[in-house]
Every structure is written in structure tokens, then in C-alpha cells.
């Protein structure tokens, strides 16, 4: 199947679980100016506004590469309790059809990386078996998760109580985190870990204490898989919005100029986990500060 893009040598293919009217762009976007919003609105119509919502997806990114199949983050899942944000709730997507219609099976899956552990980043990390039990999805996987993610949500650790997300994230530690490490199948990362080679975890924290972004280079090629650093394009214009749902909000503020300006520095395109249209960014400089390119 055509890759969405490549990296390099590198083939990138996008396997699409969700998409849909998420929010109102003042019920997503903390310092949200409304003017701003309003200039930007018309080019952003379809892909990414529709009816005066936020239109967002869910989409996992695999990547092929020196023979290795890499998914990164798992959307929200199947069959899963979610009292925090109802429309993720007990979810029946065909995500595993069109993951095998991309030509991969689960059990060809080998690592699966997780940005961090939201709601809408773990869910197909399991599924249920017949006997109402939460298995690993991919059989054959290691999974990777920050280590300081899976400290922070754990509800049985001193953090958890202190998360503002620990009600939007009710029950995903529990079915969609646990089963892995229970059985011994995850490898905990920090800034710095190589995935693969020339594929590098980097520390992104702000948004959750512990998220961390994909950096891939191959030759002259590079990009960012971005997790939630940035929710939608608006955000490139407009790096001082945060969402509702980031943690430390000077801290994702940061990081999101950061990996903008490193992404404009070194040409490099942004993979985020909820873009529309063509899905990625590149980003450039603007009049006022920048811009995002949908190539
Ligand atoms: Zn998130």
C-alpha cells in the first residue's frame, strides 16, 4: 500500500481510528482569542473546522523501516469504559481491519511507542478477550511507555491525585496500561532512547509530565512524531494555546515552541496525532511568527 510518507528510506502509513466534530475552539483551547481564531477559520474549513467545531481525528502512524513495523500511539480502542469523555466510550471502529487492509496483521506489529498515556494515545494497546479480560493487542510487540507517565497516572501512585486529567483518563491506566506491564511486556524510556536506530525519544513534558515525541532521521529526511503537542494548526500560528487538557501549562507552552521552531530550524515535518487534511505540517515563518505548509 502507498505510504502516507516517507522518511528517508523510510515508509510511513497512517491507520485512521476515529474522526468527528471534537469541540467548540473555546472549549479546546486554553487563552483561546476569538478574532485570532476567526482569521484563520476559512482556510481551515473542512480539514480542520467544521459548523464552528473543531474537527479532529484519531490515527495511529506505523512505520516501516530497516525491516522493523513501529506503531505509534493507539487512539482510544475498543469496549472501553470511558465516564470521562463519553464519545470514546465503549468505541467499535474497525481500526484493526483497516490496520491489516495497510498490510499489517497485529501480531507483525513488533514495538509500539505511546506518546504518553492519555485516553486517546493507549486504547488499542488491548483488547478484550471472550473471558472480559484486557490482553495485549499486538502479540509479538514490545510497547514503550514514559516512565514518568507511568508514574504519574497510575492511580495507586503519590502523583495521581495531583493530575487535573485523572478524571478525563478514569479507568485507562487500569485497562489499557497495566495488563502490559503486568505481564512484563513494557519497557519504561526516558529522554534520549533509541527506539530503533537513528529513531529517538525526546523528552516533550508540558502536556503530561512524561510525553515525549519521536524524532526520525534518515539522510536528509526528518520528522517529529509529535504526540499532543500540538492538538491543531492553529496552534503553530498560535503556540501560546494550550489545550484544555495539558497539565503544566507554562511547561507545554515551552515545548511547543521549541519542537515548532526546531521543526522550522531543520525543515523537519510534524506528525501530530490529531491533524486533518494531508495529516502532517511542515512549518514556516510567517509575518508574525509562523505558519503552518500542508504538503
Ligand atoms: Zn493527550
Known amino acids: 500500500m502507498t505510504p502516507a510518507f516517507t522518511i528517508g528510506r ?3 502509513h497512517r491507520i485512521e ?3 468527528g466534530r471534537f469541540a467548540p475552539p473555546a472549549a479546546l483551547f486554553v487563552g483561546y482569542e476569538e478574532a485570532a481564531f476567526a482569521r484563520e477559520k476559512d482556510a481551515f474549513t473542512p480539514d480542520y473546522v467544521r459548523d464552528g467545531m473543531i474537527y479532529g481525528f484519531l490515527q495511529s502512524w506505523l ?3 530497516n525491516g522493523l513495523r513501529i506503531l505509534f500511539d493507539t487512539g482510544a480502542g475498543n469496549d472501553k469504559e470511558r465516564p470521562g469523555i463519553g464519545v470514546f466510550s465503549h468505541l467499535k471502529t474497525d481500526f484493526l481491519a ?3 487492509a495497510a498490510g499489517f496483521t497485529r501480531s507483525s506489529i ?3 511507542v505511546c506518546s504518553h498515556l492519555h ?3 493507549v486504547g488499542w494497546n488491548t483488547l478484550l478477550t471472550q473471558d472480559g479480560a484486557w490482553a495485549p493487542t499486538f502479540p509479538n510487540a514490545r510497547y514503550i511507555f514514559p516512565g514518568i507517565d507511568r508514574d504519574a497516572w497510575d492511580p495507586a501512585g503519590d502523583r495521581y491525585a495531583t493530575m487535573r486529567g485523572a478524571g478525563v483518563n478514569a479507568g485507562v491506566f487500569e485497562d489499557s496500561v497495566a495488563p502490559i506491564l503486568s505481564l512484563g511486556r513494557a ?4 529522554d534520549g532512547h533509541e527506539v530503533a536506530p537513528g529513531m529517538t525519544l525526546r523528552a516533550a513534558p508540558g502536556h503530561t509530565p512524561g510525553q515525549m515525541l519521536l524524532d526520525v532521521v534518515d539522510g536528509a ?3 517529529l512524531f509529535t504526540g499532543d503537542i500540538i492538538h491543531h494548526p492553529m496552534q503553530i500560528i498560535r503556540p501560546d494555546w494550550n489545550s484544555v487538557y495539558c497539565e503544566d501549562a507554562d511547561q507545554a507552552r515551552e515545548t511547543r515552541r521549541k519542537v515548532l521552531y526546531d521543526a522550522l530550524a531543520t525543515r523537519a515535518r510534524i506528525v501530530p496525532a490529531h491533524f486533518g487534511g494531508v495529516h502532517t505540517a511542515f512549518v514556516e515563518r510567517g509575518d508574525e511568527g509562523l505558519r503552518p505548509v500542508f504538503v
Open 10 to 12: 523510510h515508509r510511513v
Open 17 to 19: 481510528e476515529w474522526q
Open 63 to 65: 512505520i516501516e523501516a
Open 98 to 100: 483497516r490496520l491489516e
Open 110 to 112: 513488533d514495538i509500539v
Open 119 to 121: 485516553i486517546d494515545h
Open 187 to 190: 519497557e519504561l524510556a526516558g
Open 221 to 223: 529526511d526528518r520528522a
